[in-house]
T-cell receptor
Framework: KNQVEQSPQSLIILEGKNCTLQ??????????LRWYKQDTGRGPVSLTI?????NTKSNGRYTATLDADTKQSSLHITASQLSDSASYIC??????????????FGTGTKLQVIP | SQTIHQWPATLVQPVGSPLSLECTVE??????LYWYRQAAGRGLQLLFY??????ISSEVPQNLSASRPQDRQFILSSKKLLLSDSGFYLC??????????????FGPGTRLTVL
């Protein structure tokens, strides 16, 4: 069964500090892994996407890493800002041919950045 | 540029009443379309996906149904709502030929409360 587990479930950090969110998955065959940011009451927005051959991808202050051997990914946020307060969702796709890839969503990490 | 719209943004309905949520995509053709539900504290659950007009696939059994009367229109319906139908409903689209680095683009969501 394909699963995506994220930790921690929630996190509170001070503005300006760094943090790292974790994602462990058991999805096969692996196609790609994405991190989404979801503001409260809004739809998720894609931050990064990585395929099997990529082990790091940056988007501004967000840096995602992927270890396909251990099936782990992390999202590192540098110099956090109040606007980083959101839920961060790890999404892993299984490579199935056709019009739809089997996508498994994690339950997300809720990050709160406080002044 | 592509945009995705959902309406209504919020909805409060009594148990047993019908439901119709609409999603439209602009600026693209032949997208794959998806309906997700996000219950409080839970991950995103795929409800339906569509690879073309009139082509609907259901991921989980429920009292909901979906239709795609036009290429860029996706409708989520129910004849009789249950309390358990409450949640945040998200529509998403993906380009038809996205390769293995596809990203789903989410709409703003509809908050449904069934009383």
């Amino acid at each position: 069964k394909n699963q995506v587990e994220q930790s921690p479930q929630s996190l509170i950090i001070l503005e300006g500090k760094n943090c790292t969110l974790q994602c462990n998955y058991t999805v096969s065959p692996f196609s790609n892994l994405r991190w989404y940011k979801q503001d409260t009451g809004r739809g998720p927005v894609s931050l990064t996407i990585m395929t099997f051959s990529e082990n790091t991808k940056s988007n501004g202050r967000y840096t995602a890493t992927l270890d396909a051997d251990t099936k782990q990914s992390s999202l590192h946020i540098t110099a956090s800002q109040l606007s980083d307060s959101a839920s961060y969702i790890c999404v892993v796709s299984a490579g199935i041919s056709g019009g739809y890839q089997k996508v498994t969503f994690g339950t997300g990490t809720k990050l709160q950045v406080i002044p | 540029s592509q945009t995705i719209h959902q309406w209504p943004a919020t909805l409060v309905q009594p148990v047993g009443s019908p439901l119709s949520l609409e999603c439209t995509v602009e600026g693209t053709s032949n997208p794959n379309l998806y309906w997700y539900r996000q219950a409080a504290g839970r991950g995103l659950q795929l409800l339906f996906y569509s690879v073309g007009i009139g082509q609907i696939s259901s991921e989980v059994p429920q009292n909901l149904s979906a239709s795609r009367p036009q290429d860029r229109q996706f409708i989520l319906s129910s004849k009789k709502l249950l309390l358990s139908d409450s949640g945040f409903y998200l529509c998403a689209w993906r380009p038809l030929l996205a390769g293995n680095t596809d990203t789903q683009y989410f709409g703003p969501g509809t908050r449904l409360t069934v009383l």
